[in-house]
């Protein structure tokens, strides 16, 4: 990716577990270096009442990744489709612009013996 590109965010709620895998398939077959796991607890709207009391939720990831803007839809549709968004319960996702960003480029590190 380069630097200096306009960004997008796109943002997903997934069920414990899916995350990782994500972050390898975008770090590893698509060079992205932006990526970010956050941890959530919580409850889904369908849950029903008598599952709502304390200690009754569940936990959730947070996917965040910044990608360039001119790229941004294919790598939701890259995203959604590997995540199994579509399947109940598989979580949510969104799509925003940046306000700013600052880009950040690793360098090129020789080969550890």
């Known amino acids: 990716m380069d630097i200096k590109d306009s960004q997008k965010i ?8 899916r995350a990782l895998p994500l972050v ?3 770090a590893r077959d698509h060079g992205l270096n932006t990526v970010e796991i956050n941890y959530a607890r919580g409850v889904g709207r369908i849950t029903p009442l008598r599952h709502r009391g304390i200690g009754e939720t569940s936990e959730r990831e947070i996917l ?3 990608v360039p803007a001119s790229e941004a839809d294919s790598f939701f549709e890259l995203i ?3 995540a199994e968004i579509n399947r109940p319960h598989g979580g949510l996702m969104f799509l925003h612009g ?9 360098p090129e590190l020789p080969e550890e013996p």
């Open 24 to 26: 390898r398939i975008l």
């Open 80 to 82: 959604y489709e590997a």
């Open 10 to 17: 796109i943002t997903c709620i997934l069920p414990k577990g």
């Open 98 to 106: 940046t306000t700013m960003a600052t880009g950040f480029a690793l």
């Open 64 to 66: 965040t990744v910044a």
